[in-house]
């Protein structure tokens, strides 16, 4: 073999570990870094996330760091400029700071209400909740409240734990998968590496969803779904399961709260709420004391069914109203299939293939060193049921959302798949107990921090954010009658409330890396005129917007202050327990972003800004006795900064006593930042084998998890199938309960109706209010694998695999009606229409159409010119969904589209028409004024070359050349 | 020896990441750069040494969709490399890899021409032909990890679709991959006796259901008896 040239300037190489940022799934990356420019990114082989591998984006990181999107310095909006017109003046860092500065300390001392501080893709809520509960209001939520709170809210309210950040199928031991309205993005390559394994073990796979693309393009079964109807399958696939008597009696006696006894008093106070004893203690029928005992206690043995009066009460136990309510006409597969466009034969066969493989495929783990369960009795195996789910936004962004996610638990739990080998699995700090003990804060004044956080778990009406007269005290109304469990606020709603002064008006909106002047927002045009929207005085109604982004986004360009953000390859971050883990099922893990590239622009992390305007303003948590501030920076108060005594942001190597390096729980080590870095920029910790399972019932996990703060009692965690919390909520909406309860009336049909103690289905509230005949075609969209939200148009090497969305049509519905294969048309909704290009495939449900989302760009945005295909052929389906339920002269007409549970964002809920657009008529529409550029930008290149370092070319010698000429002459007997 | 690669169709779901992480190795790599016109203007577009096609197979709701990724397949008849003016392509003598010599080649587009598998491509800036080298400035470099001596698709892939080796070994992994997988060349009437081979998706096992499903259905709460079972 000829000798090769050294191809690597490895002298002036450094490979430095990171966390990627190029979507929510936060894996660990090695950089190569030569001269200050990005040679390579690759996955690291020891991360608990990413395993080594590395999805597009990530691999594309290179052209995020080289966007000529980049922002080079803080910006101003020219004084006597409109917003929105893009004229802007270059300031300093130290001037923009002393502006903000200025305008926050008198919202702070007057009425920091006033202040509305909303964050989109960050994942830094623990440090921007804290900053925005120093300061003192109630106004800040992250981008839950659109993406997926039904799923975090029906999980932690069902199991204590959720589908992605908070649990993951136990990918090494499952031989059945079903994976529920799952877009291609969520989460990249955790779910890649698990279908992969999956396979490879001989499971299957089965993919519910409208598109059969991406992974469900490998699925060995496709379920061509309805939107949101999927709780009718999964309540139907339960129906199944209870008609063939296949469901895991242990464990919902063991585990659950199956067999706690329901008072039973229809049109009472107290109907439908648990019959407990003196010290509240849930109420079981013992079938051999034949007495109604402490459900919570070991060694009795309840009646799973049970329907009876006890102590003068009539109960029915949860079983029996779960079996009750289940094997109803409604749900039997003819009816569903109605429902669902789902074969019948289809929903039943796939129950039951479920019920062989958690019941005739049981596995079992040996635990020789024994696991002690919560009442101290030891066990030396896991019996494990394989099947598992993985469910988001498919199921997360329709007004029934919670219903159905709780719907798809249901079907787990009565499989006994909850956290058991083969199963679905929690990932630490969860399971926690149901729900979180963390209520959200009620009142602010000036200069005081909140009580507690602005966003927790509310259990019955009494935890509402209300004033006296039932009206919301937070400008996104969440924890108001209009969405009572809206546990991540309802971002989707502050710039709308806040133009139309309801509940109040504000004086400074600041938004972190929030798109919410396009794709991240309900009904764009008309949000960005309420941004330009004055009073009468001239004033803009929401008189002031801060935004902080790396990028020149179309938000940006409505900022009256833009805070330039560095890229994740330029600054320090955590990404903490604290927060959204990136923990796996068997490890605690935490992890950390280093700088490895030096910013050559006037720019700030907003890490360091939340840091810095913490001590400027002297937060109490930033400052000592003595008035000074506690905190140098950001790194400075990771390592310091402690929620209660040993714990902060960071997990990994803090100290012990004797100042020994200990992990969890331990004082703060000034040197845990560098053991971060020298350990690949992560932590991870295994979990002994005896609490990796039933972690909820499991008595030496639950002590581990207690001194590692992840929750407060050692108690069981009973998993919730019935929810006295629902219960609380309807009973208030009929007029039943002990506690606050709403007076309007359309709250109280939103309590009872849609509040129920079991899940149930009912059809999407934008359906039950437009003429569906009119639209007849639900419309929902979804991210590429390669793109993740608005942030990769600017991507030049992402832009080459899509810059152009199409609206996506089943082929035999669009040939019946006419539309040609990449026919322009017309889209129509109840609130608006748009033009679009249509793509006829095989790969979409019937009645469904959908695109890619936020490939779509305003002119001038993003660094991209103004002919670029995302701004003059792509489109946003956003312009179709209105914030607010279609209009019917009803007093439902200015409340939130959202889930009127958790005011989860209902943007799946469209309906729409398609029709040929006429002749000569193509190119998107609308079309918006192009956004101009910044005073300071930078120039996009006509032609890109970009390399690290000069190509080291392998030459042919020239002798070779001459012996062998073409290789293959002779072999072709030339 | 003779290297080339092994895709596993059963797993591969487009995500585009072997592609990607091709390009950014590649464009600082050899041959690179790898030029992109109209980076963010109209019609982006560049050279790349990987591509997926995805296609549809069936009619709804019968459909399955595949997606293909596609590169050089080192072929054992290579006529892009006999079509060579210049002698700029070769097909290397000890490991079969098919390059293009860049100081050599003149950028007159036979080769691409006579590959069927549009595996060439054009560096416009540079004037001269480009394509996948699988990684031929990673695999034998000795101060990398040995995993690391792979090509950068294999070590990228999040659903491990990729597999690089040694087809002349009966025992490397791709060798085994394809006897017990039934991989199978692409195109192979055409005469190129491409190198690198496909697994086709896998059969999935039937799962019963006789026995879960009772004969008399339960259709009352009633039905059933309580169990002790000791909480």
Same mark, same amino acid.
């Given at each position: 073999m000829s000798a090769l040239p050294e191809f690597e300037p490895r002298g002036k190489q450094e490979v430095k570990a990171t966390t990627c940022y190029m979507c929510a799934c936060r894996c660990g990356i090695h950089v190569t870094v030569e001269d200050n420019k990005v040679r390579y990114i690759q996955g690291n082989r020891d991360h608990p996330i990413n395993k080594g591998v590395l999805c597009a984006k990530g691999n594309a990181g290179i052209m995020k760091q080289n966007s000529p999107a980049k922002l080079n310095s803080p910006l101003l909006r020219k004084p006597g400029t409109e917003r929105g017109a893009g004229k802007f003046e270059a300031i300093t860092m130290a001037e923009a700071l002393d502006i903000l500065e200025a305008r926050l300390r008198k919202i702070r001392a007057t009425d920091p209400l006033k202040l509305a501080y909303f964050t989109g893709r960050d994942q830094m809520q623990a440090l921007t909740g804290f900053w925005a509960s120093q300061f003192g209001t109630l106004n800040w939520a992250a981008h839950g409240g659109f993406c997926s709170v039904n799923m975090a809210a029906g999980g932690l309210y069902t199991m204590g734990h959720a589908f992605w950040e908070f649990g993951d199928p136990d990918w090494d031991r499952t031989k059945y998968f079903m994976l529920w309205g799952v877009a291609d993005d969520h989460a990249s390559n955790p779910i890649k590496i698990g279908l992969e394994k999956l396979k490879r073990n001989g499971g299957k796979f089965i993919g519910v969803n409208p598109a059969r693309t991406g992974y469900q393009a490998i699925a060995d079964e496709w379920v061509a779904i309805k939107p949101g109807t999927d709780a009718m399958l999964a309540l139907s696939m339960l129906h199944v399961l209870l008609k063939n008597d296949q469901f895991d009696w242990e464990f919902l006696i063991r585990?659950?709260?199956?067999?706690?006894?329901?008072?039973?008093?229809?049109?009472?106070?107290?109907?439908?709420?648990?019959?407990?004893?003196?010290?509240?203690?849930?109420?079981?029928?013992?079938?051999?004391?034949?007495?109604?005992?402490?459900?919570?206690?070991?060694?009795?043995?309840?009646?799973?069914?049970?329907d009876a009066v006890v102590n003068g009460q009539p109960v029915k136990s949860v079983m029996t109203l779960i079996a009750e309510e289940y094997l109803g006409e409604q749900y039997t597969p003819e009816n569903a299939a109605k429902i669902c466009g789902v074969p019948a034969e289809q929903i039943e066969r796939l129950a039951l293939e479920m019920a062989h493989v958690a019941f005739k495929e049981t596995i079992e783990v040996d635990v020789p060193e024994g696991w002690t369960d919560w009442a101290g009795r030891k066990h030396y195996k896991f019996i494990g049921r394989p099947v598992s789910m993985h469910a988001m936004r498919g199921i997360s962004a329709h007004s029934n959302g919670f219903q159905t996610c709780r719907a798809i638990h249901f079907l787990q739990i009565m499989l006994g798949t909850i956290d058991v080998p083969g199963g679905h699995l929690a990932k630490p700090p969860y399971p926690k107990h149901i729900p979180p003990a963390i209520k959200p804060a009620k009142d602010c004044a000036p200069n005081t921090p909140l009580k507690g956080p602005p966003l927790g778990f509310p259990t019955g009406p009494e935890d509402l954010v209300m004033d006296?007269?039932?009206?919301?005290?937070?400008?996104?109304?969440?924890?108001?009658?209009?969405?009572?469990?809206?546990?991540?606020?309802?971002?989707?709603?502050v710039i709308t409330n806040a133009v139309n002064g309801d509940p109040y008006k504000i004086d400074t909106l600041m938004m972190f890396m929030a798109n919410m002047a396009w794709n991240s927002t309900m009904n764009t045009a008309e949000i960005q005129d309420m941004l330009r929207e004055k009073e009468t005085d001239g004033e803009y109604k929401i008189p002031f917007i801060v935004v902080s982004d790396a990028y020149h986004s179309e938000m940006v360009n409505f900022a009256d202050l833009i805070i330039p953000d560095t890229t994740y390859l330029e600054r320090w971050d955590t990404i903490s327990m604290l927060d959204r883990p990136i923990s796996e099922p068997h490890a605690a893990c935490d992890a950390i972003r280093q700088p490895v590239i030096k910013p050559e622009r006037d720019v700030l992390s907003w890490q360091e800004v939340q840091v810095e305007l913490a001590g400027r303003l002297g937060f109490p948590a930033f400052t000592q006795p003595d008035g000074s501030r506690k905190y140098k920076d950001y790194k400075d108060f990771i390592i310091n900064w402690q929620r209660e005594p040993g714990i902060g942001f960071l997990a990994g190597w803090r100290l012990d006593d004797e100042g020994n390096e200990v992990h969890l729980r331990g004082k703060p080590n000034p040197k845990q930042w560098e053991r971060y870095a020298k350990n690949g920029a992560f932590f991870e910790m295994h979990l002994p084998k005896h609490i990796r399972y039933y972690r909820h019932a499991n008595k030496d996990y639950l002590e581990f998890a207690k001194n590692a703060a992840w929750v407060g009692s050692t108690n069981q965690i009973i998993i919730e199938l019935y929810s006295e919390t629902q219960q609380r909520f309807k009973l208030a909406g009929q007029g039943l309960y002990d506690g606050p309860m709403p007076t309007e009336a359309h709250h109280k049909e939103r309590l009872s109706t849609y509040f129920n103690p079991l899940p149930f289905y009912y059809k999407p509230l934008e359906q039950c209010r437009i003429d569906e005949d009119e639209y007849p075609f639900y419309a929902v969209n979804q991210r590429p694998m390669f793109m993740y939200?608005?942030?990769?148009?600017?991507?030049?090497?992402?832009?080459?695999?899509?810059?152009?969305?199409?609206? =996506?049509?089943?082929?035999?519905?669009?040939? *019946?009606?006419?539309?040609?294969?990449? @026919? #322009?048309?017309?889209? $129509?909704?109840?609130?608006?229409?748009?033009?679009?290009?249509?793509?006829?495939?095989?790969?979409?449900? =019937?009645?469904?159409?959908?695109?890619?989302? *936020?490939?779509?760009?305003?002119?001038? @945005? #993003?660094?991209?010119? $103004?002919?670029a295909n995302e701004a003059n052929d792509g489109f946003l389906m956003n312009h179709l969904i209105s914030e607010l339920l279609p209009v019917k002269n009803d007093p439902l007409d200015k409340v939130t589209n959202s889930d009127p549970i958790t005011g989860q964002a209902a943007w799946y809920d469209l309906k729409v028409k398609v029709y040929p657009a006429a002749e000569g008529e193509t190119g998107t529409w609308p079309i918006f004024p192009v956004i101009k550029p910044l005073p300071n930008g930078n120039i996009s290149p006509e032609v890109l070359r970009y390399q690290a370092h000069t190509a080291v070319n392998l030459q042919r010698p020239m002798s070779d050349v001459l012996q062998r000429g073409s290789v293959h002459d002779n072999e072709r007997g030339l | 020896m003779k290297l080339g690669l092994v895709i596993d169709l059963d797993v591969c779901v487009g995500c585009h990441g072997c592609a990607v992480s091709c390009k950014q190795w590649n464009t600082s790599g050899t041959t690179g750069p790898l030029t992109d016109y109209r980076p963010y203007g109209e019609d982006p577009s560049g050279v790349w040494f990987n591509r997926i096609r995805s296609y549809e197979v069936g009619d709804y709701p019968h459909n399955k969709t595949i997606n293909f990724p596609m590169s050089c397949m080192h072929c054992e008849q290579a006529d892009c490399v006999d079509v060579c003016p210049t002698g700029a392509s070769y097909k290397r003598a000890e490991d079969g890899v098919v390059l293009v010599d860049q100081d050599k080649c003149m950028g007159c587009n036979y080769c691409s021409w006579a590959c069927p598998y549009g595996a060439r491509e054009l560096d416009r800036s540079s004037g001269t032909m480009k394509k996948c080298t699988l990684c031929i400035d990673r695999i034998y470099d000795e101060r990398l990890d040995e995993y690391d001596r792979q090509p950068s698709c294999v070590i990228t892939c999040p659903a491990h679709a990729r597999h690089f080796g040694d087809f002349d070994d009966p025992e490397s992994k791709v060798s085994k991959l394809v006897r017990e997988r039934g991989g199978y060349a692409l195109m192979p009437e055409l005469g190129y006796n491409p190198t690198n081979r496909y697994l086709p998706p896998r059969i999935t096992?039937?799962?019963?259901?006789?026995?879960?499903?009772?004969?008399?259905?339960?259709?009352?709460v009633k039905e059933w008896v309580n169990k002790a079972v000791a909480r």
């Open positions: 585990y659950t709260n199956a067999t706690h006894l329901v008072v039973h008093t229809p049109n009472q106070k107290g109907h439908g709420l648990l019959l407990r004893d003196t010290d509240g203690k849930p109420l079981v029928w013992d079938l051999k004391l034949e007495a109604a005992v402490d459900g919570t206690r070991p060694e009795i043995s309840p009646a799973l069914f049970f006296a007269n039932g009206k919301a005290k937070r400008i996104d109304k969440a924890y108001s009658w209009d969405a009572p469990m809206s546990n991540h606020g309802l971002m989707h709603m939200h608005s942030w990769d148009s600017q991507n030049a090497w992402l832009r080459q695999i899509c810059a152009q969305n199409f609206l =996506y049509m089943n082929r035999q519905r669009g040939t *019946a009606m006419g539309i040609k294969d990449e @026919a #322009w048309c017309w889209v $129509e909704s109840h609130h608006g229409k748009i033009r679009v290009q249509v793509k006829l495939v095989e790969a979409c449900q =019937y009645d469904t159409v959908w695109t890619w989302n *936020a490939i779509a760009k305003q002119k001038g @945005a #993003w660094g991209l010119d $103004e002919t | 096992r039937p799962i019963p259901t006789e026995d879960v499903s009772k004969k008399s259905l339960i259709s009352s």
